[in-house]
Structure formats: C-alpha cells, structure tokens
T-cell receptor, first 112, second 115 residues
Framework: LAKTTQPISMDSYEGQEVNITCSHNNIATNDYITWYQQFPSQGPRFIIQ???TKVTNEVASLFIPADRKSSTLSLPRVSLSDTAVYYC?????????????FGKGTRLSVIA | EPEVTQTPSHQVTQMGQEVILRCVPISNHLYFYWYRQILGQKVEFLVSFYNNEISEKSEIFDDQFSVERPDGSNFTLKIRSTKLEDSAMYFC????WGRGSYEQYFGPGTRLTVT
C-alpha cells in the first residue's frame, strides 16, 4: 500500500473552497486514490475516487496530476456541516476485499 | 439508499464478559469487514469476510475475536472475554465487487465500553 501524507488540520470559513492535498510518492500503476469523510461518532463515508486527471461528483472534485504522486480533494463552498476528518487512501481497488488502511486524516474545521 | 445497520448503538459490559456486536450489511454486497476506532485514534482494520470465511485479519484480531454470518443477512463480531482496552467504536462495513474494494459502506458503529 502506498504511504500517504496529508495535513493534520485545516480551518476554513463558510462559503470558501477548501483544497486538501495528499502526497503519495510511491503510488503504483494499478493504484487508485480514494477519499473518505468521517463525522464525529460516525463511520467513514466514501466520497470520491479517481485514477488520473479530474473526477467530479455532487460532493467534491478530485484533481490528480499526470505524475499521480499527489492528489487534491476540493470541496466547493463549504458549510459548517462539512466539518469532519478527511482521509486519503491509495491502493488497488481491484485486488479483492482489500482492508482499508486509514491514516490520521485531515481534520477540517469550518467556521461561521 | 441502502445502508449498513448496526446494533446495539452502545454496549456497556464488564471486563471478562462476552459481547456480540451485530451488523446487517447491504443486501447484495459480498464482502464484509469489521473495523474499530479507539477514541481519538485511527480507524483500524480487524477482519474481512467473504464466502463464509475469513479472508484477512489484523494482529488485533486474536483468539478472543470471532466473526460469523449466521443467517445470510446478519454479520456478527464476538469478543469472548472483554478487556478494558477493547473499549472503542466498532464499525461494520460491506462492499460490492462491482464497485471495487475501496468503496466500502460503513455502518453507524457500536460504541463498546468495558468497565
């Protein structure tokens, strides 16, 4: 599994765009990048996944440069309810029932 | 939207007692997992289960732990003789092969408190 590095915490005001960058220098050819969100006292929730370039869904966008050694999760116009811990995970999604390895994640605090 | 459910939401038990945590995965999913999260720490993998057998387990999942899918819908985690350090949130998750193993759906968790 590729090692990931992301900021421990970030603060943002409501309405701003938040970008959380994850470094994964030893990403393998078959690896995908997956982001999860966890609210206090709840289970992690899958939010987005990508392999290269850009992926967008109703929750977030994921930007992956050509070398794939990093990725950026972008949350448009955050609200107080986006306060959570965000985890970046890297691995081969097609390798069967792979256990997820969570790091400490990035604790995002949205301020009114 | 289908979701993973877990019962109970909170379980308090005395050290040395047996506890069973219950989960109902999403109905068409094939892969099942248990994770735990000690307060303030990382989410940690315990065990994965597929085709009625354990696929993989972590070092945490020692002989005190067992899993079972007794009736085709429930998925249980049993801790035979609880210790103080077993106090944590326990999350069940499930996934569907078609979406890839990294898209796992987590339940709301059971908070286990061992006194």
């Amino acid at each position: 599994l590729a090692k990931t590095t992301q900021p421990i915490s970030m603060d943002s005001y409501e309405g701003q765009e938040v970008n959380i960058t994850c470094s994964h220098n030893n990403i393998a050819t078959n690896d995908y990048i997956t982001w999860y969100q966890q609210f206090p006292s709840q289970g992690p929730r899958f939010i987005i996944q990508g392999y290269k370039t850009k992926v967008t869904n109703e929750v977030a966008s994921l930007f992956i440069p050509a070398d794939r050694k990093s990725s950026t999760l972008s949350l448009p116009r955050v609200s107080l309810s986006d306060t959570a811990v965000y985890y970046c995970l890297v691995g081969d999604i097609n390798s069967g029932n792979t256990p997820l390895v969570f790091g400490k994640g990035t604790r995002l605090s949205v301020i009114a | 939207e289908p979701e993973v459910t877990q019962t109970p939401s909170h379980q308090v038990t005395q050290m040395g007692q047996e506890v069973i945590l219950r989960c109902v995965p999403i109905s068409n999913h094939l892969y099942f997992y248990w994770y735990r999260q000690i307060l303030g720490q990382k989410v940690e993998f315990l065990v994965s289960f597929y085709n009625n057998e354990i696929s993989e387990k972590s070092e945490i999942f020692d002989d005190q732990f067992s899993v079972e899918r007794p009736d085709g819908s429930n998925f249980t985690l049993k801790i035979r003789s609880t210790k103080l350090e077993d106090s944590a949130m326990y999350f069940c998750a499930s996934s569907d092969w078609g979406r890839g193993s990294y898209e796992q759906y987590f339940g709301p968790g059971t908070r286990l408190t061992v006194t």
